[in-house]
């Protein structure tokens, strides 16, 4: 945690203000795809690359694989439903255009 002194504007006294800090490289990378000024679907492929390549501790081949198939197909689950939504949303404007 950072420690970073603010001055009160009215009293003029200090205040600490604690700012967490990621320390992590993966965390630092996913916090620059979230402030990036990529699409939501293009945000979400990029997290799921950085959560891809974190090292958590020694996995077996197998167990990576089934982990990796796992978190890809919740990944395009969620995708997919944002992807309907879309589908819906132009699918009625095209009718309301055509009555």
Do not use: W
């Not at 081949?61 to 689950?77: D, F, M, S, T």
């Amino acid at each position: 945690m950072i420690e970073k002194a603010k001055k009160c504007p009215t009293c003029g006294n200090n205040s600490f203000t604690g700012e967490e800090k990621s320390q992590h490289l993966a965390f630092r990378k996913m916090e620059m795809v979230l402030k990036s000024d990529k699409t939501p679907y293009q945000k979400k492929i990029a997290l799921f690359e950085c959560l891809k390549k974190i090292e958590v501790g020694e996995l077996n081949p197998e167990q990576k694989e089934r982990i990796n198939h796992l978190i890809q197909g919740r990944l395009y689950a969620e995708l997919a439903k944002q992807c309907m939504k879309e589908y819906k949303k132009s699918t009625v404007k095209e009718y309301s255009k055509n009555k």
